[in-house]
């Protein structure tokens, strides 16, 4: 199997994810369910007033850690990425 086919199969529909952002210098973690497709883009939803919105929007800079189940052995994916706050209906709509 590819590596791209692993990734997917890891992110691949709803996941909770270990989601970090940067609350002024410091590390803020949260669990949020991401939904995660074919191109290999994850995308959640959240309230606009929640500290994670005004976090990415200060510093878009985050990291995940999508686990693939229910195990602690089982496979997980760590990803360090810029996000994202997309408010068009069509994403809201996935």
């Known amino acids: 199997m590819a590596l791209r086919d692993n990734i997917i199969e890891v992110i691949g529909g709803s996941r909770v994810t270990a989601v970090a952002t ?3 210098k410091l590390p803020a973690v949260r669990f949020m369910v991401l939904a995660g497709f074919p191109d290999m883009t994850l995308i959640g939803a959240t309230m ?3 500290k994670k919105v005004e ?3 200060k510093n878009a800079g985050m ?3 999508v686990g693939s ?3 602690f052995s089982n496979r997980y994916i760590k990803i360090k990425a810029k996000g994202k706050i997309d408010e068009d209906i069509t994403t809201k709509k996935k």
Do not use: F, P, W
């Open 63 to 65: 990291a995940l850690s």
């Open 22 to 24: 940067l609350d002024g």
């Open 69 to 71: 189940g229910k195990e």
């Open 48 to 50: 606009k007033s929640s």
């Open 55 to 57: 976090q990415l929007k």
